[in-house]
């Protein structure tokens, strides 16, 4: 095994078996099924980081997935309290690589990028933790469906009944469908009664649940004091952060979102499609009362965007008309890229304004953007249903 400090990264390597080699970089341990590219990108990605590796986080793509697909409220909790953006700067077919950028106007709180860096990191050892328990769950219940856990006498099936012969069936009996297959064996006490004792626990007081209330699309449930305050904090469900009612953002109420269609603009990976073109028109306008300073004025802009033009594309699109409606596409404060203060600035819901150079250049090709922005537009209370 050899061990490297690359641009302030921890990072061993070695063969765990023929033919497959080992990477850990900050104490994630990563596999490669062959020997050159995946490792060798995710090495050389890092040493290209250079002076800006402490934004970056690497972290394998299952972790990342059950943490922005299960729990995408604490994502977007972490991206408020530390004024953060989470973008995936490259990926291969194991790992993700993700850059964190401040949001926000200025001043930002000192050591504001390490600190975000440090609590995401914590995030996902945390989703780590809860994955790996949760796998294990579910090969507990295959075990009891089937019938098998060497270790636990009481979990197995009785073997198969003494053979009898069939009867004879009458002529109009032919056809009729077979009979359901058996109900697996129930639980054992132990499983059975920690189930229960979940499900009694409200996860806010982690007492018993007093008054059970039921959260009507995702059906958790908790103490109805408990839950009627939280939803008056936030309208969306503590465990999985599901919104219940409509969140409204700070985005100028003078522009529009004007959609077309070019059916000879193709992009990467969607060539048997034409291309949908969002563009956002803002005329200049003052700051209300809702903005970082009231009575200032900001310059207009406009914002070009594309989709591809295939159903998840056009579902996409819906979404995001959803989101403009709701005034949560853009706000006001001070441009990343030129550190102007009081201009109009994306809102965390992530636009291709690209057509081609990958998502390092905001554009295609990008396998799983639209995927990505569904569970940012998720977090943000903009669903299909």
């Given at each position: 095994?050899?061990?490297?400090?690359?641009?302030?990264?921890?990072?061993?390597?070695?063969?765990?078996?023929?033919?497959?080699?080992?990477?850990?970089?900050?104490?994630?341990?990563?596999?490669?099924?062959?020997?050159?590219?995946?490792?060798?990108?995710?090495?050389?990605?890092?040493?290209?980081?250079?002076?800006?590796?402490?934004?970056?986080?690497?972290?394998?793509?299952?972790?990342?997935?059950?943490?922005?697909?299960?729990?995408?409220?604490?994502?977007?909790?972490?991206?408020?309290?530390?004024?953060?953006?989470?973008?995936?700067?490259?990926?291969?077919?194991?790992?993700?690589?993700?850059?964190?950028?401040p949001?926000?106007?200025?001043?930002g709180?000192?050591?504001?990028?390490?600190?975000?860096?440090?609590a995401?990191?914590?995030?996902?050892?945390?989703?780590?933790?809860?994955l790996?328990?949760?796998?294990?769950?579910?090969?507990?219940?295959?075990?009891l469906?089937?019938?098998?856990?060497?270790?636990?006498?009481?979990l197995?099936?009785p073997g198969?009944?003494?053979?009898?012969?069939?009867?004879l069936?009458?002529?109009g009996?032919?056809?009729?469908?077979?009979?359901?297959?058996?109900?697996?064996?129930?639980?054992?006490?132990?499983?059975?009664e920690?189930?229960?004792?979940?499900?009694?626990?409200?996860?806010?007081?982690?007492?018993?649940?007093?008054?059970?209330?039921?959260?009507?699309?995702?059906?958790h449930?908790?103490?109805?004091?408990?839950?009627?305050?939280?939803?008056?904090?936030?309208?969306?469900?503590?465990?999985?952060?599901?919104?219940?009612?409509?969140?409204?953002?700070?985005q100028?109420?003078?522009?529009?979102?004007?959609?077309?269609?070019?059916?000879?603009?193709l992009?990467?990976s969607y060539?048997?499609?034409g291309?949908?073109?969002?563009?956002?028109?803002?005329?200049?306008?003052v700051?209300?009362?809702e903005?970082?300073?009231?009575?200032?004025?900001?310059?207009?802009t406009t914002?070009?965007?594309?989709?591809?033009?295939?159903?998840?594309?056009?579902?996409?699109?819906t979404?995001?008309?959803?989101a403009f409606?709701?005034?949560?596409?853009?706000?006001?404060?001070?441009?990343?890229?030129?550190?102007?203060?009081?201009?109009?600035?994306?809102?965390?819901?992530?636009?291709?304004t690209?057509?081609?150079?990958?998502?390092?250049?905001f554009?295609?090709?990008?396998?799983?953007?639209?995927?990505?922005?569904?569970?940012?537009?998720?977090?943000?209370?903009i669903?299909?249903?």
């Open positions: 095994m050899q061990t490297r400090l690359l641009t302030g990264l921890h990072v061993c390597a070695g063969f765990k078996s023929p033919g497959q080699l080992s990477v850990e970089i900050e104490g994630f341990l990563l596999l490669s099924s062959s020997m050159g590219f995946p490792v060798s990108f995710v090495l050389s990605r890092m040493a290209a980081c250079g002076g800006t590796c402490k934004n970056k986080v690497t972290v394998s793509k299952p972790v990342w997935d059950f943490l922005s697909k299960e729990t995408p409220a604490r994502l977007a909790r972490l991206r408020e309290e530390h004024r953060v953006s989470i973008l995936i700067d490259g990926e291969t077919s194991d790992i993700y690589v993700l850059q964190l950028s949001q926000g106007p200025p001043p709180p000192p050591n504001g990028l390490y600190l975000a860096r440090k995401l990191k914590g995030l996902l050892k945390e989703a780590e933790k809860e790996k328990k949760a796998q294990r769950q579910g090969e507990l219940m295959g075990c469906a089937l019938g098998g856990g060497g270790e636990h006498p009481e197995h099936r198969p009944p003494p053979l009898r012969a069939a009867p069936l009458p002529p009996a032919r056809g009729l469908p077979p009979p359901p297959p058996p109900l697996p064996p129930p639980l054992p006490p132990r499983l059975r920690e189930a229960e004792e979940q499900e009694s626990t409200c996860p806010i007081c982690l007492g018993e649940i007093q008054n059970a209330k039921t959260l009507e699309k995702c059906r449930s908790f103490c109805e004091g408990c839950i009627t305050r939280a939803l008056q904090v936030k309208k969306a469900c503590p465990m999985c952060g599901r919104f219940y009612g409509q969140l409204v953002g700070n100028p109420q003078n522009g529009r979102m004007l959609v077309s269609k070019d059916a000879t603009l992009l990467p060539e048997k499609y291309t949908i073109v969002i563009q956002y028109v803002f005329p200049p306008g700051q209300g009362a903005h970082p300073n009231p009575g200032v004025r900001y310059p207009g914002r070009v965007a594309y989709l591809p033009d295939c159903p998840e594309g056009n579902k996409v699109l979404l995001f008309r959803k409606d709701q005034r949560l596409t853009f706000t006001i404060g001070t441009s990343m890229t030129t550190g102007r203060p009081n201009v109009i600035t994306w809102n965390d819901i992530h636009h291709k690209s057509c081609t150079g990958g998502p390092q250049l554009g295609y090709p990008d396998p799983t953007y639209l995927t990505r922005v569904q569970e940012e537009l998720r977090a943000k209370g669903t299909d249903d």
